[in-house]
């Protein structure tokens, strides 16, 4: 009645109709890494590329800076010389104590020797076709998937392998990277898609798609004596059909205004779960 703006509860937040229905800005494209996090709950995989962190999270900066130096061990760059500059270019970015930073720092040198050695003793028999390799292939009506390779190698036979580099220390169980969505979507690209001007790209007409053999995770962040790994085989047709069949369900949450909130695994350490209903 005394005329504060925002005092009557008519203007309250929440308590009238949405300030807007109108779909979110997307592209009709979804990433292989966005994939799963879509399936969990596209709530989460929505609104948490929205909440604003000060400072980037160590574990981040420390994988983009490992698929920085596979990408340039990747493209003939010395392997000393790619370390030297992957550390000094961790050590531009530190402002922890002197002794967590002298930790971390042997921490990433060990992670990229064993990427090193992980490439020296295994990729012998492969051929690479290209480090962090753009795709853009049309999966789908209305749907494509969209993103990067860590790398694409062929086999003998003419097969295509893609290697996905993981820095965390933990691996993943052989039986979940026969189910693992990222690697389940570069098959379904490849299935799709053609090698043009160094990038995987739609196909001619009368092109037909890349043969694959499968797909590689990469651990060298593993304590164990070799670098782990763990291989997903190809998939038949009917498992990719079925795939493929779920995309463009995502790209309608991915758009919104209504996003779906799904109980899964990650609840407890969601970091917007204080708005999940």
Not at 14 to 23: D, I, L, V, Y
Not at 150 to 155: A, F, I, K, T
Not at 258 to 274: F, Q
């Amino acid at each position: 009645q005394a005329g504060v703006p925002g005092a009557d509860p008519a203007e309250w937040w929440t308590t009238t109709a949405p300030s807007t229905m109108e779909p979110l800005p997307t592209a009709p494209a979804l990433s292989p890494s966005r994939i799963e996090g879509l399936l969990n709950c596209p709530l989460r995989e929505v609104i948490q590329r929205l909440v604003a962190e000060e400072d980037t999270p160590a574990a981040l900066t420390r994988g983009t800076l490992a698929h920085a130096y596979l990408e340039a061990v990747g493209r003939g760059v010395d392997t000393q010389q790619a370390k030297d500059l992957t550390i000094a270019a961790w050590d531009q970015v530190q402002n922890d104590p002197e002794w967590r930073v002298a930790t971390e720092r042997e921490s990433l040198a060990r992670l990229l020797d064993r990427t090193s050695l992980w490439l020296t003793q295994s990729r012998s028999r492969m051929t690479l076709v290209g480090a962090e390799l753009d795709l853009d292939v049309a999966v789908d009506e209305g749907v494509r998937i969209r993103g990067r390779m860590d790398r694409l190698e062929v086999d003998e036979s003419g097969d295509h392998w893609v290697v996905d580099l993981k820095t965390g220390g933990q691996a993943v169980s052989q039986s979940a990277a026969q189910q693992h969505v990222q690697l389940t979507a570069y098959q379904l690209a490849l299935r799709n898609g053609a090698l043009h001007d160094g990038r995987v790209t739609d196909l001619a007409p009368g092109e037909e798609g890349l043969p694959v053999g499968g797909g590689v995770l990469v651990y060298p962040g593993t304590k164990t004596k070799e670098v782990s790994t763990r291989e997903q085989a190809a998939h038949p047709p009917e498992v990719l059909e079925e795939f493929a069949s779920l995309l463009p369900g995502l790209v309608r949450e991915l758009r919104g205004p209504t996003l779906t909130a799904r109980i899964n695994d990650g609840c407890e350490r969601c970091p917007v779960r204080a708005i999940c209903p």
